[in-house]
């Protein structure tokens, strides 16, 4: 009889199958077959489409393994994640399990670690979890902002639209075209001037010079009569040339009294309206007698020997 009939080996080929599938598969999963590492359990408020098998990376390297996903049905909204790390993999105290997921759906942990020197987590130990939802969680909180620019956008779209069904714009295009080629050759005689103007500047520049030293010469002169004035100024005898000043004052205040005083020949000539008509009086008669001596010499000079006198 024998052992191996035809219906054993086809159940040993599909047994066999099995198992390769099964093997095959966890391994293209990235599952561990035969854990060999430590376990950890990490908490979360929400897992964000994490399953079995999802790697656990510290710094972007794979160090373990999702290997089971509890829900804590004593404590509500909290779920219990179970990995395994790779032993020689020491997780610090105070490190951080983050679920990122990128913009083709993978899923995984990313260990945020915490300071060394506060010692390590150990084995079977509990790690706090948190979503980081990445570039998709950017992309959502972007939402409500693009909903809000929505209409903007869509108003300046209708504005730009109106703009360009105007039918002055290709007028306005050939103006501001005109326009640019006034600017582009006021430009060109701008630089041509701005040339001829740098040609003449040495020029303009020696002739400064020479305005400025004669400046300064003239300057110096202005000093040199400062100077000499101030010497001349202090040579003068300021004292004596006042106090004969004030001297001469002096004489003039008394010379000024004497004409004002009554009892002086001056003062009765000037203020004495009876010596006045006097003296006006004695000049009529002056002026008379001058008057006859001219007209009859005769009656006051006379020398004759012989004849009568003139009467």
Request: proline share 3%.
């Amino acid at each position: 009889m024998k052992v191996f009939t035809k219906e054993i080996k086809i159940a040993l080929v599909a047994i066999v199958g099995i198992v390769l599938l099964f093997f095959g598969m966890n391994y293209l999963k990235g599952a561990r077959i035969w854990a060999d590492g430590n376990n950890y359990y990490i908490n979360f408020s929400n897992i964000d489409g994490l399953s079995e098998s999802n790697p656990v990376k510290a710094n972007g390297y794979k160090v373990g393994t999702v290997t089971d996903i509890n829900y804590d049905y004593d404590n509500h909204g909290k779920i219990v994640v179970e990995v395994d790390i790779d032993k020689k993999f020491k997780i610090p105290v105070g490190t951080i399990a983050e679920i990122s997921s990128d913009l083709l759906g993978n899923v995984e942990i990313n260990l945020v670690e915490g300071d060394a020197k506060d010692g390590f987590v150990q084995p079977n130990g509990n790690i706090d979890g948190r979503i980081n939802g990445g570039a998709l969680a950017q992309v959502k909180d972007m939402v409500p902002k693009v909903e809000k620019l929505l209409p903007k956008i869509d108003s300046i779209l209708t504005s730009v639209n109106y703009i360009l069904a105007d039918p002055a714009l290709p007028s306005t295009v050939h103006h501001a075209e005109q326009v640019t080629y006034d600017l582009t050759t006021t430009t060109k005689q701008i630089n041509s001037l701005m040339a001829e103007v740098n040609k003449s500047i040495p020029g303009l520049m020696g002739k400064a010079d020479g305005v400025l030293n004669n400046a300064n010469s003239a300057m110096g002169n202005v000093v040199n009569v400062t100077d000499n004035l101030n010497g001349k100024i202090q040579n003068l005898d300021l004292e004596s040339t006042l106090a004969e000043l004030q001297a001469t004052l002096q004489n003039l205040k008394t010379f000024t009294a004497a004409l004002n005083d009554n009892d002086g020949s001056l003062g009765l000539l000037m203020n004495d309206r009876s010596v006045y008509d006097n003296l006006n009086s004695t000049m009529a008669h002056a002026d008379s007698l001058l008057v006859n001596l001219r007209e009859h010499p005769k009656r006051y000079v006379h020398f004759s020997i012989f004849g009568k006198k003139d009467k």
